[in-house]
């Protein structure tokens, strides 16, 4: 459960699971997806797609409700949270923290968190999320005309 990631080993290494076999699902915020902050998102999450993982978007509520996590569990065994969004700076510059957490109580209520998600959320598919990225294209050629009108 993501805001936002765009690192690109890191959707690598998850798309090369995915194509292995290896059940990889992500849910990412609904305002990351439509107009996301990270200039590769789009990309990468096609890639995700593309190989085999399950990606869904999901709006945590009205207004400027979002979601926010950056809740990983991995192998159902160990837990992974921080303040860390998976993006090259998040991964690279920023000054953040993750904990690696492997009780298994806090393992199991962060599965069940994250089901109620995946419940709540919409499944992406490819052409979705070509789509977003044809959007977000048309976006930037109209801003960049506006700009040169003036």
């Given at each position: 459960?993501?805001?936002c990631v765009d690192d ?13 076999g290896v059940q990889v ?89 994250m089901e109620g998600l ?33």
């Amino acid at each position: 459960a993501l805001y936002c990631v765009d690192d690109p080993e890191l959707v690598r290494a998850l798309s090369l699971k995915a194509r292995d076999g290896v059940q990889v699902r992500l849910v990412l915020d609904e305002s990351q997806v439509r107009k996301p902050s990270c200039s590769m998102q789009l990309q990468r999450m096609l890639e995700l797609i593309e190989w085999g993982a399950s990606v869904y978007r999901l709006r945590a509520g009205p207004g400027f409700a979002i979601l926010h996590h950056k809740l990983w569990v991995v192998d159902g065994e160990t837990l992974i949270s921080g303040s860390v969004n998976p993006t090259h700076h998040g991964l690279t510059c920023n000054e953040e923290h993750l904990l690696e957490i492997r009780h298994i109580g806090a393992v199991s209520d962060a599965l069940a968190h994250m089901e109620g998600l995946f419940e709540r959320a919409t499944l992406m598919t490819s052409a979705y999320v070509s789509e977003q990225i044809l959007s977000r294209d048309d976006r930037r050629r109209s801003a960049s005309a506006s700009a040169r009108r003036r």
